[in-house]
């Protein structure tokens, strides 16, 4: 079996606390530990010993995973492939829809539907070219065997962008069944403050693509009434936690001020007036979100050096106690999965694992099994499941 992961706890990090004084918005708590606990033991911050064991290899940039009833697990390679996997056997599944995978765009999310037992309906969001241009598209299909079908269109973003950044895609039913959908701004950064377009925005609708009367911006003139959040860059973190009622969201900065956020209905994240990021060649971008009255802080905030957040699970589960209701990040740049521990909303310890052990970091669920299980994001990608160590 392969040897049990080392833990190391470190994060150069800043912190914004939900609760922490305008007054002093500005002044930044910044951590900086290290520490390293030996293979197969418990870390200082209450972690504890695991192994990444490799379930599934030979993928093509793997986005995404869903589990289903019966043990299968689907898998959504972003080149454009939807696989799914059972008992050690690894299929495909047929009828997609034309994905155009160009850039960081293919085929991204899936997700299954909250009563997919009754009714075998699955929703993926992928990149798709349409109008001169390429945007994110929404699906639901009814997964029949190996075979989509019934396929019916969620949304698709409007207008489409240019360029091959930036279509977010990232899914989340929550206990009443809505759906949340992410919109990146494609690149056109000041489109995320726009109300009448997809751009940086955080969709809210019913499971076939109507639109909720409650929606925050329903009763507003030009704006898109599926709109619940705006002001995001690229967000492709999204999980919504039943034992709290809160729907986390992490987003990709620029150079820096990548994000994490509890998502509010009408809330305005910042992109790209207020922003802790700072644009590639240097220089600052807007204000900080600590200047502007209309501006939502972020929980926490990733700079001066991005982690490229890519995944998102609060864990729920049996196989690691310790780790109850703490939140789990893949982080592509520095290559480790991380571990955010909260005590009163408020962060206060991360954690890095697997720390350039398997490479980039796509995706990030808790299992059925209580295990947690990531995909790695490389031209020879895997599925990998963290097992505790006894």
């Known amino acids: 079996m392969p040897a049990p992961s080392r833990l190391t706890q470190t994060p150069t990090l800043f912190r914004l606390p939900s609760s922490f004084p305008r007054l002093f918005a500005g002044a930044l708590l910044l951590l900086h530990v290290a520490a390293c606990a030996p293979p197969g033991a418990r870390g200082e911050n209450g972690s504890e010993g695991f192994r990444a064991v490799k379930v599934v290899d030979g993928l093509a940039f793997p986005w995404s995973i869903e589990f ?21 056997q690894l299929g495909e599944i047929n009828g997609l829809p034309p994905v155009r995978a160009i850039g960081q765009g293919g085929l991204m999310d899936v997700r299954k539907h909250p009563a997919f037992a009754e009714n075998n309906w699955i929703y993926f969001a992928h990149s798709g070219e349409y109008d001169g241009g390429v945007g994110t598209i929404v699906w639901r299909a009814r997964l029949d065997g190996s075979e989509l079908r019934d396929l019916h269109e969620i949304t698709r973003m ?42 940086g925005k955080v969709f809210r609708l019913f499971d076939d693509g109507r639109v909720p009367p409650d929606n925050p911006f329903v009763d507003r003139p030009g704006a898109l009434p599926g709109i ?69 802080y972020p929980v926490a905030v990733w700079k001066p050096t991005s982690i490229a957040p890519s995944g998102l699970t609060v864990y729920r589960g049996d196989g690691f106690p310790q780790w109850e209701g703490n939140l789990f990040i893949g982080a592509l740049v520095q290559q480790h999965l991380r571990r955010v521990v909260l005590e009163d909303g408020r962060v206060v310890s991360e954690e890095r694992l697997l720390d350039r052990e398997i490479g980039r970091i796509r995706e990030v669920r808790t299992g059925p099994d209580g295990h947690l299980w990531l995909t790695t994001d490389a031209r020879q990608g895997a599925v990998y499941r963290l097992e505790p160590v006894p």
């Open 228 to 296: 619940y959040s705006y002001g995001h860059r690229n967000p492709q973190g999204l999980f919504f936690d039943s034992a709290t009622d809160t729907l986390w969201l992490h987003e990709h900065g620029p150079r820096g001020g990548d994000t994490l956020h509890r998502v509010q209905a009408g809330a305005n994240y910042g992109w790209p007036i207020a922003t802790y990021g700072e644009e590639y060649r240097g220089g600052t971008i807007g204000t900080t979100p600590d200047q502007r009255d209309d501006i939502v």
């Open 158 to 199: 409007r207008p489409p962008g240019n360029g091959a950044v930036h279509f977010g895609c990232r899914l989340a039913f929550d206990d009443n069944g809505y759906l949340f959908i992410t919109f990146g701004e494609r690149g056109d950064r000041h489109r995320s403050q726009d109300l009448s377009v997809h751009h």
């Open 68 to 88: 289903l009833p019966g043990g299968r697990i689907l898998i959504t390679e972003r080149p454009g492939r939807l696989r799914v996997w059972q008992d050690g």
